[in-house]
């Protein structure tokens, strides 16, 4: 009974783990797959690359059986007129040895394995420029909303003050900070708008100039991927098809050793052959064989090197990576601990309503309400800055999931 208990809970812990995992990648691919669907089903760079996959993958299988048969006729007369003469007719065929064939069958299976992988870090690096081109444009969405309310903020703010030097309640000093806060505030507005305008322009790039449907104007919730970021360091590296493009190209250079091995071996010739005389008829076989001395000398020395080398290059690859996985780790916790004290403390400040208030109230003079104005502004930006860093650096991370 307790051996039962304790079965049934690693097999809870297992289930529990692998839904984790599952519900982890479907959020990472979720949060961007109005993006990364339309990427997929429209860039034609893309698709190219995709075809040019398939055809290249197509060209790896040539060659994999044995070469076409070779039909000869020879017809000799004598040089001295007799009725003598030669007429014969053959057909043979080249065979090499029955093992190579297979091992070309799994080089051929290797190479495509790579030509796929290579697909997809190209994609991966296509889909990851437009996440970052995405994100920026969320940012200029969410500050435009600020500088929105700031501008009309400062314009009732300076018609205010219009009305009230025209009544002779405020002097021209102060009604000029407000007409002045009130342009820079529109000019701000206007700008936002250009880059908000210019960066999805640039996504739409990514889609073929076409415009994106349901694409959401808010950052993605990205708590859940913060709670799990160290607990899914291996499956970083795991998931990183650059990586597992060396590994790929090991397995073929070892699978490639193998096949030149395997050419060390003899060729056969077989045929069958007929001919005619003036008297008699012949028929009969023929066998060949081509003894390999040197037409693949120094092929598995280069396998052998080829295969080293890309060890060492495995090795330095996945350091390298293993030490990005940590930066960029870090780099969002850090980032995520600002972001959650800047939000905290624009919460705790006053917000443009409340500074409107105080200032219609004469709480605060319009010098006053300018300088809390830019600190709040400067802090918001800091604010979404930190947020749009955050996602990028997460989108890097989980760049071999979308």
Not at 93 to 116: A, L, R, W
Not at 129 to 158: H, P
Request: proline share 2%.
């Amino acid at each position: 009974m307790k051996h039962y208990h304790k079965k049934t809970l690693h097999t809870c812990i297992t289930v529990f783990l692998f839904l984790s995992g599952w519900v982890s990648q479907t959020r990472a691919q979720g949060d961007y797959a109005p993006l990364v669907q339309a990427i997929d089903s429209n860039n034609t760079g893309l698709i190219a690359y995709q075809k040019s996959a398939e055809a290249q993958k197509m060209l790896n299988r040539t060659g994999l059986t044995p070469n076409n048969p070779q039909i000869g006729i020879n017809y000799v007369r004598p040089i001295r007129f007799t009725r003598s003469r030669l007429m014969d007719y053959n057909i043979s065929q080249n065979i090499e040895f029955p093992t190579v064939y297979g091992h070309k069958k799994n080089v051929s299976n290797k190479q495509n394995e790579i030509v796929d992988t290579d697909y997809h870090v190209v994609r991966a690096d296509l889909i990851n420029q437009a996440i970052n081109t995405y994100l920026n444009w969320v940012y200029f969405n969410q500050l435009g909303e600020v500088l929105k309310q700031q501008k009309e903020y400062a314009e009732s703010i300076a018609a205010s003050f219009q009305k009230a030097f025209d009544a002779g309640g405020v002097n021209i000093l102060d009604r000029n900070k407000a007409q002045v806060n009130a342009v820079n505030a529109q000019k701000e507005y206007e700008l936002n708008v250009i880059e908000m305008n210019t960066a999805y322009q640039e996504l739409m790039r990514f889609n073929q100039g076409r415009p994106f449907g349901n694409l959401s104007a808010d950052f993605p919730d990205i708590t859940n991927d913060v709670a799990m970021l160290f607990a899914e360091e291996k499956r970083f590296i795991t998931n990183n098809d650059a990586l597992k493009a060396i590994t790929q190209e090991i397995e073929l250079g070892e699978a490639q050793e193998r096949l030149a091995k395997a050419q060390t071996l003899p060729e056969f010739n077989v045929g069958y052959m007929w001919g005619q005389e003036f008297e008699a008829d012949f028929r009969g076989v023929s066998f060949g064989m081509t003894i390999p001395l040197w037409q693949q000398k120094n092929t598995k020395k280069y396998a052998r090197m080829n295969i080293q080398a890309l060890k060492e290059v495995q090795e330095n690859s996945q350091s390298q990576y293993t030490l990005q996985v940590k930066l960029l780790q870090n780099r969002a916790s850090e980032l995520y601990k600002v972001m959650n004290e800047l939000e905290r403390t624009i919460s705790q400040t006053r917000g443009l309503e409340l500074l409107k208030k105080a200032l219609d109230l004469k709480e605060i003079t319009i010098l006053e309400y300018l300088v809390e104005q830019s600190m709040y502004f400067e802090l918001t930006q800091k604010y979404l800055q930190t947020k749009m860093n955050l996602h990028i650096t997460l989108a890097d991370l989980y760049r071999w999931e979308y």
